[in-house]
């Protein structure tokens, strides 16, 4: 156990719930598929991360809880960003839901500029 932390096999009653562990899969399968899609292996990105593999092959699987958030935006960082496209929905959880009913501002807002840059510019205008 860590001086100041928690050690890696304590993990809180959160993990029993089952929307948690669903967006640890789900983030985990981000992870590989952006990791595949480099043609990397776990061992490569543990190389260039200085995480272990092992610690990276139980994130990709939805099992790795503790990992501190420097190290994961290290992760993060060295492969270019996650890899979200994944075509299934959730079969469970709060954030289909809150998808579906409640609009996002930022991709209203990123639609709004979309718009007002496919308009055409009045005639006489600079």
Same mark, same amino acid.
Request: with cysteine; net charge neutral; hydrophobic share 40%.
């Given at each position: 156990?860590?001086?100041?932390? #928690? =050690?890696?096999?304590? &993990? !809180? !009653?959160?993990?029993?719930? /089952?929307? &948690?562990?669903?967006?640890?899969?789900?983030?985990? $399968?981000?992870?590989?598929?952006?990791?595949?899609?480099? @043609?990397? *292996?776990?061992?490569? &990105? @543990?190389?260039?991360?200085?995480?272990?593999?092992?610690? +990276? =092959?139980?994130?990709?699987?939805?099992?790795?809880?503790?990992?501190?958030?420097?190290?994961?935006?290290?992760? +993060?960082? *060295?492969? !270019? @960003?996650?890899?979200?496209?994944? /075509?299934?929905?959730? #079969? %469970?959880?709060? !954030?289909? %839901? %809150?998808?579906?009913?409640? /609009?996002?501002?930022?991709?209203?807002?990123?639609?709004?500029?979309?718009?007002? $840059?496919?308009?055409?510019?009045?005639?006489? $205008? &600079?």
């Amino acid at each position: 156990m860590y001086e100041c932390g #928690v =050690s890696w096999d304590e &993990v !809180g !009653g959160w993990r029993a719930d /089952p929307h &948690v562990q669903n967006g640890m899969e789900l983030l985990g $399968a981000a992870i590989k598929r952006r990791r595949r899609r480099l @043609g990397w *292996t776990q061992a490569e &990105v @543990g190389r260039r991360t200085g995480i272990n593999q092992a610690i +990276i =092959s139980r994130l990709e699987n939805g099992r790795r809880f503790g990992l501190r958030w420097p190290r994961f935006a290290l992760l +993060i960082d *060295t492969l !270019g @960003g996650l890899d979200f496209d994944d /075509p299934r929905l959730p #079969v %469970h959880g709060l !954030g289909l %839901h %809150h998808q579906l009913t409640t /609009p996002n501002p930022y991709i209203q807002r990123l639609a709004e500029l979309a718009a007002l $840059a496919a308009e055409p510019e009045p005639d006489g $205008a &600079v």
